[in-house]
């Protein structure tokens, strides 16, 4: 008959045996794949590295080609301002024949959505789209800038008050004999430009793009969602970290 004892130990010695065994067989094969599973990690890794330097370069030629558009349309500006400093309708502030004028240029340039002439205490007394009754322009950034600084001004994002289209404005003095602006003209952008920028940047699927003016607020967000255009993130980390590296 066989011992109990013994026959208990027979089994714990041989347990011992298949489990060594089987951690045995298990190690050679992860030892096995251990190369190929390095390969695909590290093929993986590279992968993803490739895909973000791809995106990030994608990116800055996005952000170059908007620079150089916008500064391009900022000369092109100017040029055409300076240009009707010198047109006796708008020299001669003569409202009726000023407006006419304007109106027949606004045709002439459908990415802008008006032109005006102001007098220095910024009453428009001519615009090329009708005026509905007295505006003042005294407290916008480019007409402040244009009458201090004498010279081609930018303004910020905006809501006209005669368009009632949000816009970019941009002013140009009128000089008197003294060299003080005795009048200024304006001329309001088209935030469309904007758009047709975005769909031209070819951007990588599910990215989005978005541009903001030097105050924080945001003049397109590109895939559109409303209430974006014209919020401020002047407040956040993220403005603050432009702010940074931009200065």
Known sequence: MDDPASHGRGQSTKQPLFTGLRARLIALV??????????????????????ETDALDRAQRVIAHAATTQEQI??????LLKILAQVPQ??????????AFMATLLKQYPHYTNFGVAHRNGDIF????????PVDISDRHYFQSAVANR???????????ITGKP???FGY????QSGEARTVIFVALDLAWLRQLAADSQLPENSSFTMIDRNGTILLHDPEINGWVG??????DLFGAIRTRVN
């Open 151 to 161: 010279d081609f001004s930018v303004g910020e994002y905006q809501i006209g008050r």
């Open 231 to 236: 919020r401020s993130i002047a407040d956040t």
């Open 173 to 176: 003095p009128v000089l008197d």
């Open 126 to 133: 001519c615009s090329a789209l009708p005026l509905k009754g």
């Open 90 to 99: 708008v020299r001669e502030s003569n409202g009726i024949a000023c407006s």
């Open 167 to 169: 816009a970019i404005n």
């Open 74 to 79: 900022f000369q092109d500006t100017h040029q």
């Open 30 to 51: 992860l030892m096995a794949a251990a190369p190929a599973l390095a390969f695909i990690l590290y093929s993986g890794f590279e992968m993803r590295q490739q895909a």
